[in-house]
């Protein structure tokens, strides 16, 4: 049986109580009185330490511990929360042939963002392509390609304002919960020099990675393929950068004696629908778009199935909708090797 924690009103009820088992002619009762000041100090006292008691119950287990006990206990297991990663990428700059643009040379993005340029280039037949790293750790960093960056200090004979390639590879310090989630992993799955369950877990280890899955002689015998995602970036898929970075840093791991491993990014399959919704107000049809979204993202994989029974129990969740008809998708939605579903254009009937 659970143990309830008893309320202050207990306590204080429980405190009049003794006292007056023990002294039956005192006048503990009298709101005034030294003792019933006294047994409702007491029982505030006892009340906290209560607290205590019942926080402290929630650290002893990994599974409800919090940030501090929670890393102290994955420590044991050699499970660390993954820091925060920066994000890096190129810029290209324009100028007079034969000006160098300097390492730690500083740029700026619209929103406020800062990076530095890693090394020396000089500018040859005007353009100079310069590789740059964020200044802060994060998520924050990673831009899609097309973004301009602004010199925050001029340099003469270049042009103020360059055009960024895809700046990615940042990635925002482990959460408590996908801490906690690969170190139960770990506890459950014990590390076997290679199974199937250590690639994904090596995956895993890398900033920004959330989910991954391994595929054993997809390539032929001997030969292990692993796909991921980074959910928490604007777009799931990796991007070549971060393929590389997950393969460098598995190969590192892994058996030597295994005929090839590869780390491949999974191919994006949109999946359009087509929907009627009633009432058919935009609350309800943004109602049903988040749904359908947290489904895919909750069960889409490489090569799976989405079953359309759970598209259906998505749309019927969604809050407001009473109804709805749809004739897109029909049947349940199967991906080729590779290929897993992802959230499409809904058409609104």
Same mark, same amino acid.
């Given at each position: 049986m659970a143990f309830a924690r008893p309320t202050l009103s207990d306590l204080i009820v429980r405190?009049?109580?003794? !006292?007056?088992?023990?002294?039956?002619?005192s006048d503990a009762t009298l709101r005034r009185s030294n003792l019933n000041v006294l047994s409702r100090v007491h029982s505030a006292a006892v009340h906290g330490l209560y607290g205590f008691i019942q926080w402290l119950a929630t650290q002893i287990i990994f599974d409800t511990a919090e940030?501090?006990?929670?890393?102290?206990?994955?420590? !044991?297991?050699?499970?660390?929360?993954?820091?925060?990663?920066?994000?890096?990428?190129?810029?290209?700059?324009?100028?007079?042939?034969?000006?160098?643009?300097?390492?730690?040379?500083?740029?700026?993005?619209?929103?406020?963002?800062?990076y530095t340029v890693d090394a020396d280039v000089v500018i040859a037949a005007g353009t100079a392509v310069v590789a740059v790293t964020a200044v802060d750790a994060g998520q924050a960093g990673?831009?899609?390609?097309?973004?301009?960056?602004?010199?925050?200090?001029?340099?003469?004979?270049?042009?103020?304002?360059?055009t960024a390639g895809v700046l990615s590879g940042g990635a925002d310090a482990e959460t408590d919960n996908a801490l906690r989630s690969r170190f139960i992993a770990r506890i459950q799955q014990p590390p076997h020099g290679g199974a199937k369950h250590d690639y994904e877990a090596w995956a895993?280890?890398?900033?920004?990675?959330?989910?991954?899955?391994?595929?054993?002689?997809?390539l032929g015998a001997g030969t292990v393929t692993l796909r991921f995602v980074r959910d928490n970036d604007a777009g799931i898929i990796p991007d070549a950068g971060?393929?590389?970075?997950?393969?460098?840093?598995?190969?590192?791991?892994?058996?030597?004696?295994?005929?090839?491993?590869?780390?491949?990014a999974p191919v994006a399959a949109p999946l359009a629908f087509s929907i009627g919704v009633t009432p058919n107000t935009a609350a309800v049809k943004a109602a049903v778009e988040a749904e359908l979204t947290d489904l895919i993202s909750r069960e889409s994989e490489p090569g799976g199935t989405l079953l359309l029974s759970h598209i259906r129990a998505a749309i019927s969740a969604a809050?407001?909708?009473?109804?709805?008809?749809?004739?897109?998708?029909?049947?349940?939605?199967?991906?080729?090797?590779?290929?897993?579903?992802?959230?499409?254009? !809904?058409?609104?009937?």
């Open positions: 405190a009049f109580a003794d !006292i007056q088992s023990r002294l039956p002619d940030a501090e006990y929670l890393e102290r206990w994955a420590s !044991i297991w050699k499970i660390y929360r993954i820091p925060a990663s920066f994000a890096t990428g190129t810029v290209t700059l324009t100028g007079t042939n034969g000006v160098t643009i300097p390492a730690l040379t500083e740029l700026q993005r619209a929103d406020g963002a800062l990673n831009a899609a390609t097309g973004y301009a960056l602004t010199l925050t200090t001029p340099i003469a004979g270049v042009a103020a304002t360059g895993l280890e890398v900033a920004g990675v959330t989910r991954a899955w391994v595929y054993p002689q997809e971060e393929v590389a970075t997950v393969q460098a840093y598995i190969d590192e791991l892994r058996p030597v004696s295994l005929k090839g491993f590869y780390v491949v809050a407001g909708e009473t109804n709805y008809t749809m004739t897109a998708p029909a049947a349940d939605v199967t991906n080729a090797t590779g290929y897993m579903t992802a959230p499409g254009a !809904i058409t609104w009937l």
